[in-house]
C-alpha cells in the first residue's frame, strides 16, 4: 500500500519534512508509526511521546489503533491550537 | 453558511456588518474576534500553520454541528494563517439566530471546538527565539461541556 505522510508543526521540524509518500504493509496507524521509529533517529525521537501526538486519516481526526485499509493520506501532528 | 481560511488580515467592522446589514429575520447576532496577544511584551510575532483542506473540511463539520444543536440563521468563520504581529485579528466567528441564546451557545461552542478540533498551529516568536504554543488541558476540557 502507498500513503502520502504529512508532517505538521513540531513534528515537521523533527522530522525534517512535511511530507514523503512511503510503500508500507502496517495495519493499523500504531505500526505504521512503529516501522516509522525504526526507520532514523529523528523519526524515534518526533514519535517518542504519542500522547503527543496526534493522526489524521484522509483529514479526520483518528486513533492509533485505526485500520489503514482504504487509506491515502495520513497526518502526523501536536494537539491543535487554532482560535 | 461562510467559511474562509485565509492568510490576508479581514476586516473585522465591514465583516460583522455585512452579516448583520438588511437582516429582519433576525434578532440577535453574536460576534467574536481573537487577537494575537502580546502578554509579557516579549512577543515579536505569531506564525499560524494549518493543514489545507482539513481545516476547511473541520470548520465546516464544525459549524454543521452548531447547526444542528441550536437554530441558526446564519454562520461565518474567518481564520487566518501566516505570520502576524500582537494586536492582529487572527479569527473571528460571527453567529444568528432568532433569539440571543441560540446565537450566544452557538458562538461558545464554535470557539471550543475550533480551538481543538481545526488542524491550526501557533508559534510564538520572541527575542529568545521561536517556541510552538503547547494545547492547554483547559481547552480540551472545555469541549466536556457540551456532552
Not at chain 2, 8 to 16: L, Q, T, V
Request: a negative charge.
Amino acid at each position: 500500500m502507498t500513503l502520502d505522510i504529512l508532517y505538521f508543526a513540531w513534528l515537521r521540524e523533527r522530522i525534517g519534512l512535511p511530507r514523503e509518500t512511503i510503500t508500507t504493509e502496517a495495519v493499523t496507524v500504531a505500526d505504521l508509526v512503529d516501522e516509522l521509529r525504526l526507520r532514523e533517529e529523528r523519526y524515534a525521537l518526533a514519535f517518542s511521546d504519542l500522547s503527543a501526538v496526534r493522526v489524521a486519516l484522509d483529514q479526520d481526526l483518528a486513533e492509533f489503533d485505526a485500520p489503514l485499509a482504504g487509506v491515502r493520506e495520513v497526518a502526523f501532528f501536536p494537539p491543535m491550537t487554532g482560535g | 453558511m461562510d467559511i474562509r481560511v485565509q492568510e490576508a488580515p479581514f476586516d473585522y467592522g465591514a465583516e460583522s456588518a455585512r452579516f448583520t446589514d438588511a437582516r429582519a429575520d433576525i434578532g440577535a447576532v453574536v460576534t467574536f474576534c481573537g487577537i494575537v496577544r502580546n502578554d509579557g511584551g516579549a512577543l515579536q510575532a505569531m506564525e499560524i500553520e494549518h493543514y489545507p483542506g482539513m481545516t476547511e473540511r473541520a470548520l465546516t463539520q464544525i459549524a454543521e454541528e452548531a447547526a444542528r444543536r441550536w437554530s441558526l440563521a446564519g454562520c461565518l468563520i474567518i481564520h487566518r494563517y501566516g505570520r502576524m504581529e500582537p494586536g492582529e485579528k487572527i479569527m473571528m466567528v460571527a453567529t444568528a439566530a432568532r433569539h440571543r441564546a441560540d446565537a450566544f451557545a452557538a458562538a461558545d461552542f464554535l470557539m471550543d471546538y475550533l480551538k481543538s478540533r481545526a488542524p491550526f498551529w501557533k508559534k510564538e516568536f520572541s527575542g529568545e527565539g521561536a517556541e510552538w504554543v503547547a494545547a492547554k488541558d483547559a481547552d480540551e476540557a472545555a469541549l466536556g461541556r457540551w456532552g
